[in-house]
T-cell receptor
Framework: DGGITQSPKYLFRKEGQNVTLSCEQN?????MYWYRQDPGQGLRLIYY???????QKGDIAEGYSVSREKKESFPLTVTSAQKNPTAFYLC????????????FGNGTRLTVT | QKEVEQNSGPLSVPEGAIASLNCTYS??????FFWYRQYSGKSPELIMS????GDKEDGRFTAQLNKASQYVSLLIRDSQPSDSATYLC??????????FGAGTRLTVKP
């Protein structure tokens, strides 16, 4: 079955450590996205990528980095520069072209203490 | 500034009633509009998409779009307790830039 796989489901890290969240899709979608969701809030765009080796910052890119070396993969690194990294992180993908809905992975819940 | 606004609720309706969820957006060039449902602790799932002015119906769900007023809504008829969730409005701007509202929490009481 085609879909988006995020791993791990839960992740715990100490403050000051970088951590990388995995996102893999086999839907053959060109566009991929990372969103952050805090309790009781909507989704905020961190980064998105429309093609391999290209990506754009969203509204809250500071303290995060991404890479898009393969069409299927769009990992997100949460760096120590991110001041409040504890959140629910959602990866999504879509076909290119305005009008294509997003397909979401199951999310990674990151807790930094 | 690309903003999508929703009433955060909570919105509470009795079982069998119509639930009405509203969303406004700031950018007139927006082309595509979506409603997602998100259960607590889960990822969003697509319910409806709408691209042109008017109504679009799918089962118990009706999406309404008014581009002149920059307004999109979702009606849920015959609401069921299983409809209790947070509903997210999403607006697609150019180049696949998709922005979400904060969501409206809906509770359907048996």
């Amino acid at each position: 079955d085609g879909g988006i796989t995020q791993s791990p489901k839960y992740l715990f890290r100490k403050e000051g450590q970088n951590v990388t969240l995995s996102c893999e899709q086999n839907l053959n979608h060109d566009a991929m996205y990372w969103y952050r969701q805090d309790p009781g809030q909507g989704l905020r765009l961190i980064y998105y990528s429309q093609i391999v080796n290209d990506f754009q910052k969203g509204d809250i890119a500071e303290g995060y980095s991404v890479s898009r070396e393969k069409k299927e993969s769009f990992p997100l690194t949460v760096t120590s520069a991110q001041k409040n990294p504890t959140a629910f992180y959602l990866c999504a993908s879509s076909k290119t072209g305005v009008g294509s809905p997003l397909h979401f992975g199951n999310g990674t819940r990151l807790t930094v203490t | 500034q690309k903003e999508v606004e929703q009433n955060s609720g909570p919105l509470s309706v009795p079982e069998g009633a119509i639930a009405s969820l509203n969303c406004t957006y700031s950018d007139r060039v927006s082309q595509s509009f979506f409603w997602y449902r998100q259960y607590s602790g889960k990822s969003p799932e697509l319910i409806m998409s709408i691209y042109s002015n008017g109504d679009k119906e799918d089962g118990r769900f009706t999406a309404q779009l008014n581009k002149a007023s920059q307004y999109v809504s979702l009606l849920i008829r015959d609401s069921q307790p299983s409809d209790s969730a947070t509903y997210l409005c999403a607006v697609a701007y150019n180049n696949n830039d998709m922005r979400f509202g904060a969501g409206t929490r809906l509770t359907v009481k048996p």
